[in-house]
């Protein structure tokens, strides 16, 4: 299968283009989802996380309290390293059998730290969402309700602007002055790419 890798920062539109593929009938896997699934409960990474972490970690459902994880690991740097390596592994190996099971010629990966993580060797080609900070920041804020400082703090633990341009194979920028349309009319042609080269894969 030729795999796609889409990525950008945090508020660049990722879900909004992944979205333009799937109208023209891509696959697309989100590495989100794949995050959340591996951690469901009845999973092994669930009793591994509820033994390191304690059963607190747990809401009263038994399914797993992701902000209470996330405030665990965000100040404690070996807890977060454990974690890291019991679901990386988990996650990368779940996406690659999605992207396998995937009809169509060719299928897209969504991963918001595709760069930062490493994980470009599962991809055929990468696709970057391009914005600037300030349209980062705005749209987050607005998005998930949270404060500029928090969303600067994100950003910051991202690969810069500039360092996604230059790993990236295709670009698509998604500003608040590019239209739907314009936005759309690059999806296609792009579209028409990706054809082309999973035909010669």
Same mark, same amino acid.
Request: glycine share 4%.
């Given at each position: 299968?030729f795999?796609?890798?889409?990525?950008?920062?945090i508020?660049?539109?990722?879900?909004?283009?992944?979205?333009?593929?799937?109208?023209l009938?891509i696959?697309?896997?989100?590495?989100?989802l794949?995050?959340r699934?591996?951690v469901q409960p009845? $999973?092994?990474?669930?009793d591994a996380i509820?033994?390191?972490?304690g059963?607190?970690?747990?809401?009263?459902d038994?399914?797993?309290?992701r902000r209470?994880?996330?405030e665990d690991?965000f100040?404690?740097?070996s807890?977060r390293?454990w974690l890291?390596?019991?679901?990386?592994?988990l996650?990368?190996?779940r996406?690659l059998?999605q992207?396998q099971q995937?009809?169509g010629p060719?299928?897209?990966?969504?991963?918001?730290?595709?760069? $930062?993580?490493n994980?470009q060797?599962?991809?055929q &080609?990468?696709?970057?969402i391009?914005?600037?900070?300030?349209?980062?920041?705005?749209?987050t804020?607005?998005?998930?309700?949270t404060? $500029? $400082?928090?969303?600067?703090?994100i950003?910051?633990t991202?690969c810069s602007?500039?360092? &996604?341009?230059?790993?990236a194979d295709?670009?698509?920028?998604?500003t608040?002055?590019?239209t739907?349309?314009?936005?759309q009319n690059?999806?296609?042609?792009l579209h028409q790419?990706?054809?082309?080269?999973?035909s010669?894969?």
């Amino acid at each position: 299968m030729f795999i796609v890798g889409l990525t950008g920062g945090i508020g660049s539109g990722k879900s909004t283009v992944a979205q333009h593929f799937i109208e023209l009938g891509i696959t697309c896997i989100d590495a989100d989802l794949t995050a959340r699934e591996v951690v469901q409960p009845g $999973e092994p990474a669930l009793d591994a996380i509820s033994q390191y972490f304690g059963t607190t970690i747990l809401l009263a459902d038994g399914s797993l309290d992701r902000r209470k994880l996330r405030e665990d690991i965000f100040a404690n740097p070996s807890a977060r390293a454990w974690l890291n390596k019991l679901l990386h592994p988990l996650i990368r190996q779940r996406m690659l059998q999605q992207c396998q099971q995937a009809n169509g010629p060719y299928c897209i990966l969504m991963v918001p730290l595709l760069f $930062e993580n490493n994980l470009q060797s599962l991809v055929q &080609r990468t696709l970057v969402i391009d914005v600037d900070e300030a349209t980062q920041i705005r749209r987050t804020m607005q998005r998930d309700k949270t404060t $500029e $400082e928090q969303v600067k703090a994100i950003i910051a633990t991202q690969c810069s602007r500039q360092q &996604r341009l230059i790993l990236a194979d295709d670009v698509i920028l998604n500003t608040d002055d590019v239209t739907p349309e314009q936005r759309q009319n690059r999806v296609i042609s792009l579209h028409q790419t990706y054809l082309l080269l999973a035909s010669q894969h």
